[in-house]
């Protein structure tokens, strides 16, 4: 029973050890670490779908998914009058700063270890968080992982 647990724990520990750190991003394992930008979209109601499953919210807008786990994700409520402190990214606007901070990471990797990356599978350059402004006076702040694109 005692090998048991231990198993049990140690593939706990190992599937735990696979979940990036939200906050940084890194090329490839082992390589050096790099802050996430922070970026918001403001999400307009009317043209937003919500999917509910048990522990994650899928957010279909402007035809991309994004993915809130709310067992990792941070959700704030604040004022609409607080939208004028925050600085908004269209889609197009993160797409062409993704393909900048690729080539640019990749240079860097070049010159420094002789060999070219390969292209980045996903958008972890930036933390996004989701704004949705669901009242007359108040919005929901959804952090989220972007997990596709048209």
Do not use: C, M, N
């Given at each position: 029973m005692d090998k048991i647990l231990f198993v049990v724990f140690?593939?706990?520990?190992?599937c735990l050890a696979q979940?990036?750190?939200k906050d940084f991003y890194q090329l490839y394992q082992g390589s050096k670490k790099y802050p996430k930008?922070?970026?918001y979209i403001l999400?307009?109601?009317?043209e937003t779908n919500v999917a509910k499953e048990e522990?994650?919210?899928r957010f279909y807008v402007f035809d991309e998914i994004f993915i809130h786990y709310t067992s990792k994700?941070?959700?704030?409520?604040i004022s609409t009058s607080e939208l004028n402190n925050l600085n908004f990214s269209s889609i197009?606007?993160?797409?062409?700063e993704d393909r900048k901070i690729y080539y640019k990471r990749r240079e860097e990797h070049f010159l420094e270890n002789g060999f070219n990356l390969p292209p980045s599978l996903g958008y972890d350059y930036f933390k996004i968080s989701l704004v949705l402004v669901e009242k007359e006076n108040l919005a929901?702040?959804?952090?989220v992982y972007w997990l596709y694109s048209n």
């Open positions: 140690l593939l706990s520990q190992i979940f990036p750190d930008i922070v970026k999400a307009p109601l009317d522990g994650v919210l994700h941070i959700v704030e409520t197009r606007e993160l797409l062409d929901k702040v959804y952090e």
